[in-house]
């Protein structure tokens, strides 16, 4: 992959992402979110936060599967882009179901233990795109960075949770993203378990660059 | 020698084209895919709309002055019919409330029968003509609070339950009345997914049922109830959670004992049999104190029995509305 093509896809996906967000607030000011824009907007910000989570944490399975190790310079992107919208997730709850009262938005988040499970997913996620930065990774070193990005384990799961446990009856969606991730994760989880296992001479050869 | 493979000067397409053609194929990946995303989120979040012609209700009754002061009409501003008929819960068509609509459309109701039986000295199977014959339709506008905590304002259509229940005399013996959905898979398509227990059941104590503001309704806006809002008749209770207000009846059965009801079957711990409106007492996992109003931006604080407390207030008089949820 050529400098330019990867910048090209960094765009496609820049925009693409934007894409929701940009829906959203057409819609929103030509009064067509439906009969409830505030749910919907809540709603619609939190799956958009699950849907980038997974995309993010799909890449690392992709690129290991496919070999196509330059995917991995889209997962900042992609990781940013679920902060974001997790961010605007909370800012839909703080104004529009709580109505800017902190005191209401705390007292909620610390009651129900499904707003504890989102916030800890939201909360997890800010210091990943605090160090998301080239500086920060090398500030931090590949090994910690690399430790410490493992709270986007933490962000997936209770986010996946969170979105379960707010549904009312029908949690085929919610389970639907659990099973992704539950794959996802199951990946990594079989990685880990035979690289701990000794490993054949003849396996450690390097493989050739794709 | 000339090398075959060279490229005259010539033939090399100029930077300035080249970049020109390259920027341009960008350009068109770019609007393509983001047209595509478009598309996929518009058809993943689908909003509802559309009209409502279903018949006019003929001869529809304005409640006197004294029966509006006991809350037959609430003096707050209506939802649209349009918001009335596209965020529905009705899970016998979707688990989506903007996909009921579309979902219930061409819901068939012809040759409806609706029996009312049990603990009764007349129990009888109403054709539904007959069973809207036996009051003249009366315009009740109430307040519609869910348990999800969002709200509305529906101008309903219907007379008061009791006018029925009397009709078939009940026995003494008679503490409480079921209610019963159709069940059909085949029109109602929620049905074939076993997301809540059908068919869907609620109850009423005895006295509750015999409140004047217990209404079988059969229309909203003067029309008749359009398959997504229960057609073609329904129960409303305004001081309870609207999932009380069970739809499409086939069976009214007056019994002895509480009747088994679907959401508290479903979760006992978050949905109760008498599900009050009530801002003290909290679903598990989120707070009733206030509501969305559908239609307006900001939220509500949720009245005590919805705002009938004056009126039915009495019949839980030293009940523990914290266990009697």
């Known amino acids: 992959m050529k400098e330019n093509d990867i910048r090209f896809i960094k765009l496609l996906i820049l925009v693409n992402g934007a894409v929701p967000l940009a829906l959203l607030v057409w819609d929103q000011s030509h009064n067509k979110l439906g009969a409830n824009p505030q749910n919907f907007l809540i709603l619609t910000t939190g799956m958009m936060t699950l849907i980038f989570l997974t995309l993010t944490m799909a890449v690392t399975p992709m690129r290991k599967i496919t070999g196509l190790n330059w995917l991995i310079q889209f997962r900042r992107m992609l990781g940013l882009y679920a902060f974001f919208y997790g961010c605007l997730h909370f800012l839909c709850f703080f104004s529009l179901d709580r109505a800017f009262s902190v005191a209401s938005t705390l007292t909620e988040m610390l009651k129900r233990k499904y707003l504890i499970l989102g916030s800890t997913a939201l909360i997890a996620m800010i210091p990943l795109a605090v160090t998301s930065t080239n500086g920060m990774i090398k500030r931090l070193g590949g090994k910690r960075w690399r430790a410490l990005h493992r709270l986007a384990y933490v962000a997936a799961i209770a986010g996946v949770i969170h979105f379960y446990m707010q549904v009312k009856a029908d949690v085929r969606l919610p389970l639907v993203f659990a099973a992704v991730l539950a794959i996802l994760l199951g990946y990594r989880l079989v990685n880990y378990w035979r690289q701990r296992k000794p490993v054949p001479a003849a396996a450690l050869k390097p493989k050739s660059e794709a | ?325």
């Open chain 2, 1 to 325: 020698m000339k090398d075959p493979n060279k490229i005259s000067e010539r033939e090399v397409t100029p930077a300035a084209v080249y970049f020109n053609r390259r920027t341009f194929l960008r350009a068109g990946i770019l609007a393509a895919s983001a047209v595509a995303t478009g598309v996929a989120y518009r058809q993943l979040n689908p909003v509802g709309s559309g009209k409502v012609n279903t018949p006019a209700i003929q001869g529809l009754v304005t409640p006197t002055a004294a029966e509006e002061a006991a809350g037959f009409r609430v003096n707050e501003p209506e939802t649209s019919l349009q918001d009335i008929t596209h965020y529905n819960n009705f899970y016998e068509f979707s688990t989506d409330k903007e996909g009921v609509a579309p979902a219930a459309a061409g819901f068939d109701t012809k040759g409806w029968q609706v029996s009312v039986e049990g603990l009764v000295n007349k129990p009888r199977v109403f054709d539904l003509d007959d069973l809207l014959k036996i009051s003249p339709p009366e315009e009740r506008i109430y307040r519609m609070r869910c348990v999800e905590a969002w709200s509305m304002v529906i101008p309903w259509a219907g007379f008061s339950l009791s006018k029925v229940l009397n009709l078939v005399e009940p026995l003494s013996s008679a503490k409480y009345v079921a209610f019963q959905t159709l069940l059909d898979p085949k029109r109602m398509p929620g049905q074939r997914s076993d997301v809540l227990d059908w068919p869907y059941v609620e109850g009423l104590r005895m006295d509750e049922a015999m409140h004047p503001l217990a209404i079988l309704a059969s229309g909203i806006y003067g029309r008749a109830l359009p398959p997504q809002d229960g057609a073609p008749i329904r129960l409303v209770v305004p001081w309870k959670y609207g999932f009380k207000g069970i739809k499409s009846i086939v069976k009214i059965n007056l019994v002895a004992d509480p009747p088994h009801t679907t959401w508290s079957a479903y979760a006992p711990n978050e949905y109760g049999f008498y599900a009050n409106v009530n801002p003290h007492v909290d679903h598990p996992r989120w707070s009733q104190a206030t509501e969305q109003r559908i239609g307006e931006f900001g939220r509500r604080p949720t009245l005590m029995f919805n705002g009938y407390e004056a009126e039915v207030g009495h019949l839980y008089a030293g009940m523990d509305l914290r266990k009697n949820f």
